[in-house]
């Protein structure tokens, strides 16, 4: 990666697969076979490969509708809070979730457009 | 043996090493050629490796003079920062040498690239600062030998130097020039040599610029085309590493905008148009603003003047050659997205570009087939209304709108019109065709087009409905059957949002009072099944109109009904019932008989399948729900239990009959179909509610379902599940049950469902450690308890002691939590459900759970020092509410066994909190393990002593030696000063794991 190049986002280190990368990423900084420089790379790359990853092989869509409570924009990050959602998904089937939280920011790509 | 094979003995002299090189490069045993390889590596990292790469860089075999450039690489990757000043410069003189001349032999690409390569790393590593590369190189190759290094005040211009050199001079430069670019691009700006070496890179942009000029400037013959092309590679490298490391440096990205008019005339070069248009494209797409207005104009009219012809006629051919010039065009409207919408009078700039997406989805071809460029001209039209709508909405609501919005109409307008055509189905002929991607590329399409309508409609609103709805009708007429279909596509996507429109009504009149639906339901008539199919879809879509209209609702559930029977529209039949008679339920009670005919008769015909019957069975009895009073409920109730009655007792014959397979499929289903008809009967969450209702007491709806006949109503459901005496062993049936006794969890008021909570407590008891899927039914007993949990809700003590002693005895029988991690989180949770208002269950010495408590408390540590997490943050959460002081009123002699327990266990506790904090638990457990720690901080006095206790104990796992007993103890200090704030605590608690295990604190930035 170039110099200055923007780093990624790291939302995703907090879904299911970001924890366990980073357990594992322990065990073998703990287990003295890698180096944290290492391990703090992969981390990186993990940011990296997992938003290009989502964006380009996730075919599934769903739509949803809620009330909402709170929004706020903060150093290009939006931040939505909805209550009694409910989720429409690409076979009909559907859920509620009384609370749900979208945290969106900008694609780097498009970020970087409009920073120039 | 051959020689090929023979093992690989160290060499002695430079012709045993050159031999060695030949040999890794020819086929052999791929052992044999692993040990040349290592050879060669440790003559590569030897002392001797300079010497030995020197020598062989004047081999005859241009293998060996690649790997003599490799071995120049690894000895200045290795050692060059550590080389002296003499050292460094007579290597730089060596590699600068070695250029010139073998580019003056007429080397092969290969080497020559590597030996940039090799030049490059010399300028990353190399001690001694090489100031100016690019010149030195240039220098050299004029006077065909290392030259000294330029004097940084000399003004020699490399330009001039540029005209000397011969074509293969200056594409090896080139090469070099590009090689650097992209080397040092991929360089971490984290050190201050790097940073050097970056900054540095702002003085050889001129000499690279110089270059470039040269090497772009028009020679009408093939060397000419050659040298553009070489030189637009490098150009566009160089444009990439500027992007990220100059956005504060526009002198240096000046010497790179100075060179586009150049670059520019590449895409009039038929040779070079692709390769040009995939790198302008680029830019356009990732680094807009490199380009100002000038550039625009120009790239503007280079697709009005060259692009458009070109495209136009691919587009005609269908032919893929057209891609590229396709992807310009989109490339250039998304990059000029505010000129596009806003200048309809700029020509170039906007109405040829709009007129050329047209084009595009106006083209033959259907989009993930031969129609690639349909696909990605949807990203440009998205940004495109993205723009309008944020220009709606940044204006004053009663504010004039801009001038273009009404162009902008337009433009939109007609998009719906070409989108909607697009979206046509293909005949079925053309589709069999198809492979999996392409007909994944069409559904794909038309989704992305459907979300693209959302937006759309945003700013068109009821003017787009409109127009659908005419383009719908208008090929109705016509009997267009494709074309009725992708309206009707859209149509329904757009349900949602054109529902939420009170002035919609007038308009979707045009099409539920159109012969519409009286033709999709003649299935006498000719029509593809894929628009029978949609039209099911829009029915489902549209079931809140339709409710408001009544006089629609029995033709279409009708009509519904009717494709139930017809094979491949069924799944999708099913669906729309069950979404509409939930929806219109109301309305639809009159219909009832009706209804329930037509299942049977679906019952007996060939579509009759588990998903559809679990959908239409709940269907029916959501319009049950609506029928009022309670009393008038049961017959057609008992109706549908006898449906499910009907194959409990067919999978019962068929275990009889020894076909365990039928029975399971027979019974699975009924329990769903139950299941389904549970969750039909569920009061709607908006129901509207009478004023003069609540003059009758409640008493008596709630007596209804406790009378005689609601009773009766109860025992058949719960007589149903006596199908588990032939599935126990089916984990699909246990998972179907719970949903049934679910369905009734969730009601405020009394119903058939409603079961008393004996029911689940009996369910649980026939349970064993090894039933499949006990957790789902543990589970289903935690919702229980935690329904009864509520302030206002009725206490169910004897049910939740049963629960808990079934628990109990699943927790005796796994013995440690390892055995059956599942089942033993599931356990823990019901202990935690107990908490506040059940607490007497477990903590009263009266209570039959009394003797089992210390099996059940140990089990719950040991659930903390194990490797599962499940059951690790299960028992976690159930010490936190323990140690916290009850939210609800608990009795005195409760209150002080809880205490007791607290204080007994409080050690041992503690220890188990250490030794997960200080490595045993994974990152991911910390936040859990951190809340009975603050609990126990905050409520519990001797709690400093127990963890002073517990991180000198020897019972403790080894830890990093950088962590001794004065990090312990500081640990101590913070975590007992922060008196449980939350968030300190966390973070304490993770550097001090970090430190223990020898790990990072974070992973972030």
């Not at chain 2, 069409?442 to 609103?461: A, H, W």
Request: net charge negative; hydrophobic share 40%; aromatic share 8%.
């Amino acid at each position: 990666m170039a110099a200055s190049n923007p780093q990624n986002y790291e939302l995703y280190r907090g879904t299911s697969i970001g924890i366990a990368l980073a357990d594992t990423l322990d065990d073998l900084i703990s287990s003295r076979r890698i180096e944290p420089q290492l391990a703090m790379k992969i981390m990186s790359n993990f940011d990296a490969k997992i938003a290009a990853v989502l964006g380009e092989k996730v075919k599934a869509r769903m739509s949803f509708k809620g009330h909402l409570d709170t929004y706020r924009f903060c150093d290009e990050v939006w931040t939505f809070i909805l209550k009694d959602v409910k989720f429409k998904m690409d076979n009909a089937a559907q859920t509620e979730a009384e609370r749900v939280k979208i945290v969106a920011c900008q694609t780097k790509e498009k970020q970087e457009k409009h920073d120039k | 043996m051959d020689s090929s094979s023979a093992g690989a003995a160290p060499p002695q002299t430079m012709d045993e090493v050159e031999r060695l090189v030949q040999r890794l490069y020819q086929p052999g045993n791929p052992r044999v050629i692993t040990q040349i390889n290592d050879q060669l590596q440790r003559l590569q990292h030897s002392s001797e490796g300079w010497q030995i790469a020197d020598a062989l860089l004047n081999s005859q075999d241009a293998n060996v003079r690649f790997f003599a450039a490799l071995t120049f690489t690894v000895k200045l990757n290795n050692d060059g920062s550590m080389l002296d000043a003499e050292t460094a410069q007579s290597v730089q003189s060596r590699l600068i040498s070695w250029f010139v001349r073998l580019v003056s032999r007429g080397e092969s690409a290969l080497v020559t690239r590597k030996l940039c390569s090799t030049l490059t790393t010399y300028y990353l590593r190399s001690p001694v600062h090489w100031k100016r590369p690019l010149l030195h190189a240039a220098l050299s190759l004029q006077s065909r030998d290392a030259a000294s290094e330029p004097d940084p005040d000399a003004s020699v211009n490399m330009a001039n130097i540029c005209k000397s050199l011969s074509m293969p001079q200056v594409v090896s430069l080139l090469w070099f020039a590009g090689t650097l670019a992209d080397e040092v691009g991929r360089m971490e700006n984290n050190t201050p040599a790097h940073a050097r070496r970056h900054a540095q890179m702002e003085v050889i942009v001129e000499d690279a610029s110089s270059l470039l000029r040269h090497a772009f400037s028009p020679v009408a013959d093939e060397a000419g085309a050659r040298l553009r092309a070489e030189a637009l590679r490098c150009y566009i490298t160089w444009v990439n590493y500027g992007q990220p490391v100059w956005p504060q440096k526009p002198d240096c990205l000046e010497y790179l905008r100075q060179l586009i008019p150049s670059a520019v005339q590449c895409l009039l070069d038929p040779e070079l148009q692709r390769d040009a248009l995939d790198s302008f494209r680029d830019i356009l797409e990732s680094y807009t603003t490199f380009f100002r207005e000038e550039h625009m104009e120009v790239l503007a009219s280079i697709i009005s003047e060259h692009v458009q012809p070109v495209l136009l006629q691919a587009l005609q051919d269908k032919d893929p050659e057209g891609l590229p010039y396709g992807q310009m065009v989109i490339a250039f409207g998304d990059a000029n997205i505010q000129q596009v919408a806003e200048q309809p009078e700029n020509i170039n700039g906007s109405s040829t570009i709009l007129k050329l997406l047209f084009d595009i989805l106006r083209a033959p071809g259907y989009p993930g087939d031969e129609d690639e460029l349909s696909i990605f001209s949807i990203e440009f039209w998205n940004t495109y209304i993205e723009y309008v709508n944020d220009m709606l909405f940044s204006k004053d609501a009663d504010g004039a709108d801009p001038p273009w919005f009404g162009y902008s109409r337009v433009v939109l307008s007609q998009l719906v019109e070409l989108l909607w055509a697009k979206m046509s189905t293909p005949p079925a002929d053309v589709a069999k065709q198809w492979t999996d991607a392409e007909s994944d590329g069409f559904k794909e399409f038309r989704l992305d087009t459907t979300d693209l309508m959302l937006s759309i409609y945003v700013f068109l609103g009821k003017d787009m409905l409109q127009q659908l709805l005419v383009l719908t009708l208008r090929s109705l007429e016509s009997r267009q059957w494709r074309a009725v279909e992708a309206g009707m596509f859209c149509l329904n996507k757009l349900a949602d949002n054109v529902l939420e429109d009170q002035p919609s009504e007038d308009l979707l009149a045009m099409l539920f009072s159109s012969s519409l639906f009286r033709d999709v339901a003649d299935f006498s008539q000719r029509i593809p099944l894929q628009a029978r199919r949609t039209a099911i879809d829009l029915l489902g879509s549209y079931g809140r109109y339709i409710e408001h209209h009544a006089e629609y609702l029995p033709d279409t559930v009708r009509f519904l009904f009717a494709s139930l029977e017809t094979g491949p529209l069924t799944n999708a039949a099913a669906k729309s019932v069950a979404s509409l008679c939930s929806t219109c339920r109301a309305s639809l009670t009159g219909e009832l008989d009706g209804f329930t005919q037509q299942y049977q008769r679906f019952l007996n015909g060939p579509t009759n399948e588990p998903y559809t019957k679990e959908k239409v069975i709940g269907a029916i009895a959501a319009i049950i729900q609506a029928i009022q009073p309670h009393s008038a409920k049961v017959q057609p109730l008992l109706a549908l239990i006898q449906y499910v009655e009907n194959d409990v007792q067919a999978a019962k014959d068929f275990t009889r009959a020894g076909d365990q397979e039928m029975a399971e499929l027979m019974g699975v289903n009924a329990l769903e179909c139950l299941g389904s008809i549970g969750k039909g009967m569920q009061v709607p969450e908006d129901v509207p509610i009478s004023i003069y209702d609540d003059d009758e007491p409640h008493v008596s709806k709630a007596n209804f379902w406790d009378g005689d006949e609601g009773r009766m109503v109860q025992q058949r459901i719960i007589g149903c599940f006596s199908v588990l005496q032939v599935l126990g062993s089916s984990g699909e049936a246990i998972e179907a049950a719970c949903q049934v006794l679910r369905s009734g969890f969730a009601e405020t008021e009394p119903g058939p469902f409603v079961l008393p909570p004996a029911v689940t407590v009996s369910f649980l008891q026939q349970c064993a450690v090894n039933t499949p899927q006990l957790e789902a039914v543990l589970s289903t007993a935690c919702i229980l308890i935690t329904q009864h949990s509520k302030s206002d809700s009725k206490r169910i003590g004897p049910d939740a002691t049963a629960v808990c002693q079934q628990a109990a005895s699943f927790i005796k029988q796994l013995g440690t939590p390892r055995n059956d991690p599942g089942v033993a989180a599931s356990c823990i949770d019901v202990l935690c459900r107990l908490l506040p208002y059940y607490t007497a269950v477990l903590f009263d010495e009266s209570s039959p759970l009394a003797p089992s408590l210390q099996t059940i408390l140990d089990f719950s540590t040991q659930a903390i020092e194990g490797q599962d997490p499940f059951p690790k943050r299960s028992a976690l959460d159930f010490w936190t509410r323990l140690i916290k002081p009850p939210t609800a009123p608990v009795q005195e002699q409760v209150l002080n066994r809880m205490r007791q327990v607290v204080t007994a266990y409080g050690p041992q506790l503690a220890l188990a909190l250490m030794r997960q904090v200080v490595g045993l638990a994974q990152r991911s457990d910390l936040d859990y393990v951190c809340e009975p720690l603050k609990a126990l901080i905050t409520h519990q006095p001797v709690t400093k002593a127990w963890l002073e206790a517990a991180l000198l104990s020897d019972s403790l796992p080894p830890v990093s030696a950088a962590v001794g007993e004065r990090e312990k103890y500081r640990f101590l200090q913070q975590i007992v000063g922060l008196r449980g704030d939350s968030r300190k605590t966390k973070e304490v608690v993770k550097e001090f794991y970090a430190a223990c295990r020898g790990t990072v604190v974070s992973y972030g930035s």
